[in-house]
């Protein structure tokens, strides 16, 4: 491995599965990051290396338990600032309460704003992730951030396992996504209207108008937590005569029961970024490459 001078990598506990490769695609050093919980619960964290003076990478997926990984990051960039960093730039691959991007009901906090709001505070200068919730979020970030759309590697899974595929956007907020992952393959697309009850969470989707009948579709969304809108997505669309169904996401929580209701709904496979610990049953496709080279570029 090449070592760069002044540049450093430290990736968080639950992001070894990841982290040797970016290491590898920077061709930086991995400096060890030695944790554990005292027995009271309380988090333990150090940097078992010099930092002293180096532009950091801090590489840490927000995943379950996701109030545990954001203290761990939180205690972690403290000891980064006190260590003598000269900057820290984060990588948070899947970032954690994005969809929490607005008060829905009077009440509510606005928690993604929270989180990039103390991140800032905490001396971060740099933050990339993928396929945030809604990039307008980022505002609350107080450095550079870039939030990374995976529409290559996606196409790329998706054409190497799926035959002629239709992309489907499960609702409006996917029409983009899933028009530019359409467009990368060389195929058609459509658009599902979904409306969700914002009290009882309550999903009701229609595909009227479109014809599947015989296709291998593709649904094309940011996340699957609990699976209960895929799930239904894909009955429906299995009823209106789909050959097969798929899935493709930039991050699989795969929340609760989420696999078995999309096994019984129907579902072939599921590919997902790999932005989350790894899960059986998901297929996974690299999305490592696309985060390096916009860390290169934020470190000059």
């Known amino acids: 491995m090449v070592r760069i001078l002044g540049y450093a990598l430290l990736c968080g506990t639950r992001s070894e599965w990841f982290c040797s490769r970016l290491s590898k695609e920077l061709g930086v050093e991995l400096i060890p990051l030695e944790s554990k919980k005292f027995p009271d619960g309380e988090s ?3 940097i078992a290396g010099d930092v002293e003076g180096k532009d950091v990478v801090l590489a840490h997926s927000l995943s379950f338990p996701q109030n545990d990984s954001i203290w761990e990051l939180l205690i972690t960039m403290e000891a980064l600032v006190d260590s003598g960093v000269n900057i820290v ?8 309460y994005s969809r ?8 509510e906090p ?3 704003k929270a989180l990039l709001q103390i991140l800032s505070f905490m001396g971060a200068k740099a933050l990339v992730t993928i396929d945030i919730h809604k990039e307008y979020s980022l505002k609350y970030f107080r450095g550079i951030a870039y939030n990374l759309i995976p529409v290559d590697p996606m196409a790329e899974k998706i054409s190497e396992r799926v035959s002629d595929p239709l992309i489907v956007a499960p609702d409006v907020g996917a029409f983009q996504r899933a028009s530019a992952i ?3 393959i060389g195929t058609d697309f459509i658009q599902l209207s979904k409306k969700r009850d914002l009290k009882t969470g309550e999903v009701a989707i229609s595909s009227e108008g479109f014809d599947v009948s015989g296709r291998n579709v593709v649904i094309v969304d940011d996340i699957i937590s609990t699976g209960g809108t895929v799930a239904k997505a894909a009955s429906m669309l299995r009823d209106a005569g789909a050959k097969e169904v798929y899935v493709a996401v930039s991050h699989a929580l795969m929340a609760g029961d989420a696999q078995k209701k999309l096994k019984e709904a129907g579902v072939a496979s599921v590919f997902a970024a790999n932005t989350l610990p790894p899960l059986s049953g998901v297929e996974y496709y690299d999305v490592t490459g696309i985060a390096a080279e916009k860390i290169r570029e934020i470190l000059g």
């Open 182 to 184: 359409a467009e990368k």
């Open 44 to 46: 333990y964290v150090r």
């Open 89 to 96: 730039a984060l990588y948070l691959p899947y970032l954690a």
């Open 100 to 107: 929490q991007d607005r008060a829905f009901l009077p009440g």
């Open 110 to 112: 606005i928690s993604v």
